[in-house]
């Protein structure tokens, strides 16, 4: 069974640019959630879908960032235009429908570095 | 606020010998509590969790954690480190308030092992 994906394992982009990353989680999960972690440090959560529903992207940076899922499926992340302190790996994850296990399954990261 | 402490950015250790990666955490209510591991290359791993029940808590590659309540931590430990422990470990907590398989985690900061032959 193939694990969570991520496209671009790396970019580099400048300041103003447009990046976009994508998502894979694993099939048959409904949950998906992006995270980030800047610097070194704490990983960060910026958002959770179930399905192709946000429920919750309380730790969205600001309006530059917009996360869509459509279908369900695969989920893309875009920063436009990107800055300086969006460079991170962002972290995608995923986790099954149900029970309360606690476990992510998650990528490899998206570096992204705005020069 | 929900919060993870990871105190050291790195901890070495020879081969062989006991390990201890270090996490406090503030949370309201019982806490459900996390390991992750990060090999170079690699995304996060699962390695255990605390949700209820005994306190020592074993998980993968031979590692166990063990809950504290009144020092509100949750220690890594593993008996004899190997080379191929060495990796970034992460401890996160979820908040209780969150329940069917949402797991809005929060991280610390993470800590770097080194295992020396």
């Known amino acids: 069974e193939a694990g969570v994906t991520q496209f671009p394992s790396h970019s580099v982009i400048e300041k103003g640019q447009t990046v976009t990353l994508r998502c894979d989680p694993i099939?048959?999960?409904?949950?998906l959630y992006w995270y980030r972690r800047v610097m070194g440090k704490e990983i960060k959560f910026l958002l959770h879908?179930?399905?192709?529903?946000?429920?919750?992207e309380s730790g969205m940076p600001n309006n530059r960032f917009l996360a869509e899922r459509t279908g369900g499926t695969y989920s893309t992340l875009k920063v436009q235009p990107a800055e300086l302190e969006d460079s991170g790996v962002y972290f995608c994850a995923s986790s099954t429908p149900w029970g309360d296990t606690g476990e992510l399954f998650f990528g490899e990261g998206s570096r992204l570095t705005v020069l | 606020a929900q919060s993870v402490a990871q105190p050291e950015d790195q901890v070495n250790v020879a081969e062989g010998n006991p390990l201890t990666v270090k996490c406090t955490y503030s949370?309201?209510?019982?806490?459900?509590l996390f390991w992750y591991v990060q090999y170079p290359n690699r995304g996060l791993q699962f390695l255990l969790k605390?949700?209820?029940?005994?306190?020592l808590v074993k998980g993968s590659y031979g590692f166990e954690a063990e809950f504290n309540k009144s020092q509100t931590s949750f220690h890594l430990k593993k008996p004899s480190a190997l080379v191929s422990d060495s990796a970034l470990y992460f401890c996160a907590v979820r908040d209780p308030s969150f329940s069917g398989g949402y797991n809005k985690l929060i991280f610390g900061a993470g800590t770097r092992l080194a295992v020396h032959p």
């Open positions: 605390y949700i209820t029940g005994d306190n």
């Open positions: 099939s048959g999960h409904d949950n």
């Open positions: 879908f179930v399905k192709e529903s946000k429920q919750d």
């Open positions: 949370v309201s209510g019982n806490p459900y």
